[in-house]
Nanobody
Framework: QVQLVESGGGFVQAGGSLRLSCAAS????????MGWYRQAPGKQRDLVAR???????NYADSVKGRFTISRDNAKKTVYLQMNSLKPEDTAVYFC????????????????WGQGTQVTVSS
């Protein structure tokens, strides 16, 4: 059973930095892409950043130049380095993984982490 375990959220003042981590484990799988989404109270869940197995990245316009997504293929882990944080970055951040799973046959499926709270004070 594949699991995504997130860590690194917390409380920080505006202008500060945080680093989120998300590790995938369990079963036989390959990673097509991993990314981070966020959801503020009363709002929809939106893409923050995503990285493919080939290393291509895309970012929400609101975080470009401040956030950097990276991955460690050997550890099956994706990171989100968040710098120059703003109060509007406050949200629950969710890790997402687009995986190809082997269980008698190969199939593709999306997985989500449990979410980690990021709070930025002004």
């Amino acid at each position: 059973q594949v699991q995504l375990v997130e860590s690194g959220g917390g409380f920080v003042q505006a202008g500060g930095s945080l680093r989120l981590s998300c590790a995938a484990s369990g079963g036989i799988f390959s990673i097509n892409a991993m990314g981070w989404y966020r959801q503020a109270p009363g709002k929809q869940r939106d893409l923050v950043a995503r990285i493919t197995s080939g290393g291509s990245t895309n970012y929400a316009d609101s975080v470009k130049g401040r956030f950097t997504i990276s991955r460690d293929n050997a550890k099956k882990t994706v990171y989100l380095q968040m710098n120059s944080l703003k109060p509007e970055d406050t949200a629950v951040y969710f890790c997402n993984a687009d995986l190809s799973i082997f269980d008698s046959r190969w199939y593709r499926r999306d997985y989500w982490g449990q979410g980690t709270q990021v709070t930025v004070s002004s």
